[in-house]
């Protein structure tokens, strides 16, 4: 049984965005496809197997689409994807738009728990997955569950070494004669991938998305960031199964006929590597991210030996979370290009300050300068956090940030709940956040209204906190959690990775944000120094682990020595 996406966006709306080109109206696989047609020697992708032309690339998605095909995967079905940055990746995301198949790709690294509870909920009936990649072996793993998902019919193994026992071999779908293969043309405003969000939910949502959304809202994003009509070369150091990773295949390539720079897993100095060699026009990550590279670079200058120059690309695009001014000048010097602030989710909100865009914190304000909304991509209004119908907030006071826009979303899959919770009866995406808009149309973001520790019925920001600590001259990095105490209820705990040798204690940084002006009950309780911040499957800071990791450790006390915590995934 195919599941059932609705979408809440009315119709008129969808059509009208279409109508008037802001839209493409064609099918990601269709699009891509005149893509391959306009120049079809021009480099796809480059990854760690070397170039592939589009043709090439277009050959390869055709064999698969046609092995899938022969398997029974067709339109509306969900198929699973769980693989590396790298071109099967690629593949896989446009073989399944070929067939009308509805992609959900979840990042490698992911446990079988969340694996399966994503393949449930989605009916999916199949899921294409890597054979071995640092130590997981997730197609294993995947055939293992298949007992308890009724809708699974296969799991496909891709990647080198035997495919395990009851898997279809994806090399064996790459063998099919695709010369009768007829694509299909699916409604351009019906689903072509489900993103998932780790949000703040017990489980991770799961958010369905268009073909127009995503060629169309979040392909006129990118467009936005290009300086002339030559195609982009885009580094992705996110994964593409993220829902910052969506902007890879259906954007870069199928709306703008660009060049996808893959790794199959992030290590700055392999980003490093990516950007000498082949010279990226943008970079997309998350500014943990770039906090590494730059800490790689610092030690390229102390070896002793004069460390290579880098290319400037057209932009470095950092999203995922709260991007300070320290870090923001930092890329600004090394790279010697924009730093664009993105401000964005899977849920289907956008907005970010462009290519002359500085990265200024607001005065005296916690909040953060995210940009001028483009309507183009979601346009955004600030409703009244005391109003049950979610009125206009008068101008320029603080607000629920809502959006709404030819990127919006169809639904949550499987999760009535949140639609009702989320969406309003006319498509706005509720997002949780707090900002406003100034008297220039500007956004700002306070914070969260979940994402807060409470002290003693005191709510804390812990992004306002980070951002004071990122400007000590000795943090690296830092990431604020609230932990469980039994007299407080919550006591603010900050993680940090310093910079060189030198020690740091928690009187310091305190004394460092009683100078930067922030009220003493706000000051971190509980200090951990750690070698790295450890990321999610993601990209993102992983929160949880640290938490843990505090819990662990135990009392109010603080670190005194990097801890050792999982590196990025």
């Keep these: 049984m195919t599941l059932v996406l609705h979408d809440l966006l009315p119709a008129r709306q969808r059509r009208s965005w279409a109508a008037d080109g802001t839209c493409p109206d064609l099918d990601l696989y269709s699009l891509y496809r005149s893509r391959q047609i306009a120049d079809p020697h021009r480099t796809a992708v480059i990854d760690a197997k070397g170039k592939l032309c589009y043709a090439a690339l277009d050959r390869k998605v055709r064999r698969l689409a046609t092995g899938l095909g022969e398997l029974g995967i067709g339109p509306g079905d969900v198929v699973g994807v769980q693989l590396p940055n790298g071109r099967d990746a690629v593949i896989a995301d446009l073989a399944l738009a070929a067939v009308g198949a509805v992609a959900l790709p979840f990042p490698v690294g992911r446990g079988s728990l969340e694996a399966e509870c994503l393949l449930r909920r989605a009916e999916a009936v199949a899921v294409i997955a890597v054979t071995e990649h640092r130590g997981s072996h997730h197609a294993a793993e995947l055939q293992e569950l298949a007992p308890a998902l009724p809708a699974l019919r296969h799991v496909i193994a891709c990647g080198p070494g035997d495919a395990p026992c009851g898997t279809v071999p994806y090399s064996a779908l790459l063998r099919t004669d695709p010369a009768a293969f007829t694509p299909a043309r699916p409604d351009p405003d019906g689903p072509a991938r489900i993103l998932v969000s780790s949000g703040s939910e017990s489980e991770p949502k799961m958010v369905a998305y268009s073909h127009n959304a995503l060629a169309g809202g979040r392909g006129n994003f990118l467009g936005s960031l290009l300086l002339d009509d030559a195609p982009p070369r885009c580094l992705f150091l996110v994964p593409l199964a993220s829902a910052f990773g969506s902007n890879g295949t259906s954007v870069t390539l199928a709306r703008h006929g660009g060049t996808l720079v893959l790794l199959d897993h992030f290590t700055p100095e392999g980003a490093l590597a990516a950007v000498r060699k082949h010279e990226p026009t943008h970079v997309l990550g998350v500014p943990t991210m770039v906090r590494m ?21 057209a932009a470095l695009v950092l999203g995922g979370s709260v991007l300070d001014e320290t870090t923001a000048a930092g890329a600004r010097r090394a790279f010697g290009a924009p730093v664009v602030n993105l401000y964005g989710s899977a849920d289907g909100v956008n907005c970010h ?18 940009g001028r909304p483009d309507p183009r991509v979601a346009d955004i209004k600030i409703a009244d956090i005391d109003s049950k ?95 469980p105490d039994d007299l407080m209820g919550e006591r603010l705990a900050a993680c940090v990775v310093t910079r060189g040798d030198d020690a740091l204690g928690l009187e310091a940084l305190c004394r460092h944000l009683t100078r930067r002006g922030l009220e003493r009950r706000k000051h971190p309780e509980r200090l951990l120094l750690v070698q790295e911040l450890p990321l999610t499957p993601a990209g993102k800071t992983d929160r949880a682990a640290l938490r843990d990791r505090l819990m662990k450790l135990g009392g109010p006390r603080e670190g005194t020595a990097p801890v050792p915590v999982a590196g990025p995934a």
Excluded: Q
């Excluded at 590279?293 to 690309?313: F, N, Q, V």
């Design 389 to 483: 119908d979610l009125t206009e907030a008068p101008g320029g006071s603080v607000g629920e940030i809502i959006a709404r826009g030819p990127m919006t979303p169809m639904c949550y899959v499987g999760a009535p709940d949140l639609d009702a919770r989320y969406r309003t009866p006319d498509g706005w995406v509720r997002t949780g956040d707090l900002g406003f808009l100034d008297d220039d149309g500007i956004l700002h973001v306070v914070g969260r209204l979940k994402d807060v520790v409470i002290r003693g019925g005191a709510n804390i920001s812990p992004a306002e906190v980070e951002r004071e600590l990122s400007s000590h001259p000795l943090v690296r990095d830092v990431a604020c959690v609230g932990v």
């Design 293 to 313: 590279i730059l800490e790689s670079l610092d030690k390229e200058g102390r070896s002793g030996t004069e460390p290579a120059g880098l290319p400037s690309p």
């Design 353 to 370: 300050t462009g290519l002359d865009g500085e990265v200024p914190e607001t005065a005296g304000s916690p909040a953060v300068v995210a």
